[in-house]
């Protein structure tokens, strides 16, 4: 699913949950002074994930349960009333009159939050006390959150007491914080499969640093130190606010003993100054922190899209849409976003032996390891009939100096195979044409320096008459050779051949 067919679905929703809110607070007119709060939004992220979860279901009527979701993102409104409130440095400390009124609507927005679920209930749909003890949980633990960030996470003094345990701590403040947009979507699938047992599946075969609630928390965080501003995210807040407020978040922990961090927690002020934005902005550019974040965001895509695969027999491409602020986020710099495939071909796709995903993997420990992974090789053909073989550079990590087919790479995470194939062939061959692939299967080969290829490998076709500019950091030689005078001289000097190449001819019926 693409980014506007997901945007256009998102906005049908919000269409539709601001209507009945809007008629919900008509009939209800003390939430009148609550009501814009949830209707400045045209998308909602707590919605559309409700949604996603609840069509995967058996049942598809899911406007008969629209409190529900309304409920939800009213917990995370409450939120960020909450941090209004503690957070003298926001605009309702200007007067008392502003202080008072964000007060009361903070106990309003609670109010209405049961408000709904009575008018649910009233319905007779079922799983009522559960739905309800599950919107308490999430209070509780936006609650314990806020004491968390509060009083273990601020104003740290001296540096050492920072860094002191402060993974977990960090951890357990973001899913309590954020633990609405974990359950939004289980509780959809739930009610519409009537089986609440997915939320403890969740809880137990998902790595709490896989956890949207964590990973998604450090994606935001980022965005704290870009230039775009995620409207729908950050209605409260500007840029720079956490660490304004001295607030130790992933990116400041990862930078924190650079001067520029430093003076910042000493003094917020300077992160008003332009000057000190552009450095840390420069700072980020130069480190690892973009890297790290897009292994961390990578690692919980798939955890996610593994899950559903597995429990969830109608999860269909809108409810793995949600997760895609993972792996493509409008927080990263351009020059980021197209680094990525560079990234990524550090990495592997795991999988099983018909090819289904499980996950990404190191790509060297994949092969120290012998994990099963995904992989492609294309074969081009030119109007003589000839093999276009290539010699592989010698600084290889593997099977270096040795004569191949064409060109040889490893599928990348969330790219279509003959797209990654045409830019694997650009890229190490110099030109592009048509590609097609013909089959698959599984070999196990030992390729020296304790490396193994177990690979589900797709074997792929092209035609190509015209110019080969290879690039001499993956190629050493090239040449087109018929198939007859390859196959003598594989035979005769079969060292002189890649493993997983010898076995691909013989798949082919060309070595017997």
């Keep these: 699913m693409n980014t506007q067919e997901y945007t256009k679905i998102a906005k049908e929703i919000g269409v539709k949950l601001n209507q009945f809110f809007n008629e919900f607070c008509s009939k209800y007119p003390e939430y009148q002074s609550i009501k814009n709060d949830y209707l400045k939004k045209e998308v909602h992220l707590n919605g559309i994930q409700f949604y996603a979860g609840f069509m995967s279901g058996k049942n598809k009527n899911w406007e008969d349960y629209i409190e529900i979701p309304i409920a939800i993102e009213l917990v995370m409104i409450w939120a960020y009333k909450t941090n209004r409130i503690l957070d003298k440095k926001q605009d309702v400390w200007s007067k008392e009159e502003n202080l ?35 919107i308490g949980h999430l209070l ?11 009083s273990i996470m601020v ?26 947009y974990d359950y939004a979507p289980l509780v959809g ?6 089986d609440f047992s997915i939320i403890e599946k969740y809880e137990k075969e998902i790595e709490p640093n896989d956890r949207f609630s964590h990973v998604g928390q450090i994606i935001n965080d980022l965005g704290d130190f870009g230039n775009d501003v995620d409207k729908h995210v950050k209605v409260y807040q500007d840029l720079f606010s956490d660490i304004r407020n001295s607030i130790v978040t992933y990116p400041v922990y990862s930078l924190i003993k650079e001067k520029v961090v430093l003076k910042a927690l000493e003094k917020p002020k300077v992160t008003f100054s332009k000057s000190w934005q552009q450095k840390m902005r420069k700072l980020i550019a130069v480190s ?38 993972f792996i493509n986020n409008k927080y990263f710099d351009q020059e980021i976003v197209k680094a990525n495939s560079k990234i990524l071909r550090n990495r592997v796709v795991l999988c099983n032996i018909r090819g289904k995903e499980l996950g990404n993997y190191d790509k060297l420990e994949a092969h120290k390891e012998g994990k099963l992974h995904k992989a492609f090789s294309i074969f081009v053909f030119n109007n003589k009939e000839e093999f276009l073989i290539q010699k592989r550079a010698e600084g290889k990590y593997h099977s270096g100096g040795l004569w191949s087919n ?34 698959s299967f599984v070999y196990n080969l030992d390729v020296g320096n304790g490396l193994t290829e177990h690979e589900f490998n797709s074997v792929i076709f092209g035609e190509y008459t015209g110019e080969v500019k290879p690039n001499p950091e993956e190629v050493g030689d090239w040449k087109w050779i018929k198939k007859d005078e390859l196959v003598k001289d594989v035979k005769a000097n079969p060292n002189k051949y890649t493993s997983w190449f010898k076995v691909i001819l013989e798949r082919m019926g060309y070595l017997k």
């Design 100 to 134: 008072q009124n964000t007060t009361l609507e903070h106990d309003l927005i609670l109010a209405c939050i049961f408000s709904l679920l009575n008018s649910y209930s009233a319905k007779n749909l079922g799983h009522n006390e559960k739905i309800k003890d599950i």
């Design 189 to 194: 699938c739930a009610i519409s499969n009537n």
């Design 288 to 325: 690892s922190l973009n890297e790290d974040v897009l292994r961390l965001s990578e690692n919980a895509y798939y955890a996610h899209k593994n899950f559903y695969e597995k429990h969830v027999p109608g999860a269909g491409p809108l409810l793995l849409r949600i997760y895609g602020i």
């Design 140 to 150: 509780s633990c936006l609650a314990y959150g806020f004491w968390k960030e509060r």
């Design 406 to 439: 064409t060109c040889c790479s490893h599928t990348l995470s969330g790219e279509n195979l003959i797209v990654s194939a045409k830019k694997r062939l650009k890229e190490e061959m110099g030109f592009e044409c048509e590609l097609n692939k013909k089959f």
């Design 155 to 180: 104003k740290f003094t001296p540096l050492e007491n920072i860094l002191t345990d402060w993974e977990s701590r960090h951890l357990d403040r973001n899913i309590n914080f954020n633990l609405v």
